[in-house]
């Protein structure tokens, strides 16, 4: 899993974002952070398993529901499955070692 720095890439409101089959984070510091590092590995996993280009069409159709469900782009984003499972289990470091097949469905 390769990990780019590159501020220009991924805009200012975000610190990093995993794009199949990259890490694109915006100061190189991120490196170092196993926590970030893990929840954007988690987002990795998920997009294997979704074949990287349904993951996407899936986090976005969610992400709109969730805006017109919560009325909040912050807590829409939050409430993703996928975020929710990379958020609740981003500082257990040995949680792909067990994760299963498609656990974000339990986050839904």
Do not use: C
């Not at 501020?7 to 100061?27: E, H, Q």
């Not at 280009?53 to 993703?80: D, G, K, S």
């Amino acid at each position: 899993m390769p990990i780019v720095v590159n501020k220009y890439l991924i805009g200012r409101r975000f610190v990093g974002i995993a794009l199949w089959p990259f890490i694109v984070i915006n100061n190189s510091f991120l490196k170092e952070d196993e926590v970030f590092i893990n929840h954007e590995k988690i987002h990795l996993r998920q997009q294997a398993e979704l074949l990287v280009i349904p993951f996407y069409i899936f986090y976005f159709t969610e992400y709109l529901f969730r805006v017109i469900q919560y009325r909040n782009l912050h807590q829409a984003y939050r409430n993703i499955s996928f975020e929710r499972e990379a958020y609740l289990n981003e500082e257990d470091l040995d949680y792909l070692k067990t994760r299963k097949l498609w656990s974000f469905f339990k986050y839904r």
